[in-house]
Structures are given as C-alpha cells and as structure tokens.
C-alpha cells in the first residue's frame, strides 16, 4: 500500500561517523507528512546566528549570537535559541532481541530562546527574557518580564502563556 511507504522507508543522520545516529526516523515524520495528512501546518523555517553547535549525543542544537528565525509570517529574534529532540533512536532492541518502535525519537521536543527575544506575527509582538515552546503541550511561555501587544491591546505579567492550538493567551 502507497499510504504506507512514507512510514516503511528509514531515514539515518551520523555525525563524524558515530553510532548510534544522530536522527533515526521513517521518511514521512521527518519531513511531516507521514500518512499524506499532515495533522499541522510547516512552513520552511530558516534560521541565522552567528554560531551553531549540535551536541548529537544529547540531540539539541543551540544557535548563538544575533539569532533570527523566520517561518511564514513569525519573526523571532534573541541572543540564543535552545532546540531540544525527543532522545532515543527510532527503533531500540528489548533483551529478548525484539526491535521497540520509539517512534518520537529525533522529533522536536522543546524550543528555548533567551536573552532579549522578541517575536513579531503581523501587528502583534511580543518581547521578554525567555521564551520556552512546548510541542507536546503546543503553548508557547513568554517570561523574564513578558509583554505581549495586539494591535492597542497590551498584556503584561510575571509570565505570558500562549495556547497556539486555541489562539488565546
């Protein structure tokens, strides 16, 4: 069946020759469309800094310095961006030498950006200290003196909590 190749093809990433892989995911997760009904919207995300470091074993990725990301209409700026995967391989073996599927391993777990961020989608922004994404609980945590504009609207507190699936905050 066609609606299962995207999950039946293995996608490896070694870094320097290690083992185990860097990310070890079927085909169709990796690129977000594994069952041809992409249960999200991705756009390209493009992403600058001055440094960047991939710390494999512990899979995060931290940009450095005059950090900028674009994807579609957000805009979000900060001095370091933090991105954490899932950790485990894509598949593991149990001590009966049976193959375990875990299948979240190298998906985006959490992203962290600190030191002066600022976000902006249109006419809103935001800024603070900190701001922490959640995949699994798709919120977005504006902290470090957070404030969030909509247009003349302002919110301000010890922490902003924006509910992306439910546009509120």
């Known amino acids: 069946d066609e609606r299962w190749a995207r999950r039946k093809v293995l996608l ?3 870094f320097d020759g290690e083992t185990p892989p ?3 995911a079927p085909i169709g997760d990796f690129f977000g469309d594994a069952w041809d009904e992409a ?4 756009l390209p995300l493009d ?3 001055d440094r960047l470091e991939y710390e494999y074993k512990q899979g995060i990725i931290v940009y450095r310095g005059d950090v900028r990301a674009v994807q ?3 805009k979000m700026r900060s001095d370091e961006l933090r991105i954490t995967l899932a950790s485990g391989g894509a598949t593991s073996s149990s001590g009966a030498g049976k193959k375990i599927e875990q299948p979240d391993a190298g998906r985006l777990r959490e992203v962290v950006a600190s ?3 600022r976000i902006d989608q249109g006419t809103r922004w935001a800024v ?3 701001a922490t994404f959640d995949q699994q609980r798709r919120t977005l945590v504006l902290s470090e003196n957070p404030v969030l504009h909509d247009g003349p609207n ?4 010890d922490r902003v909590v924006v509910f992306l699936d439910e546009n509120r905050s």
């Open 115 to 117: 030191g002066r961020v």
């Open 12 to 14: 490896q990433i070694f």
């Open 128 to 130: 603070g200290g900190r």
């Open 22 to 24: 860097a990310v070890e």
């Open 47 to 49: 992403i600058t800094a």
């Open 72 to 74: 579609g209409d957000v």
């Open 154 to 157: 302002e919110v301000a507190g």
């Open 39 to 42: 249960p999200y919207k991705s």
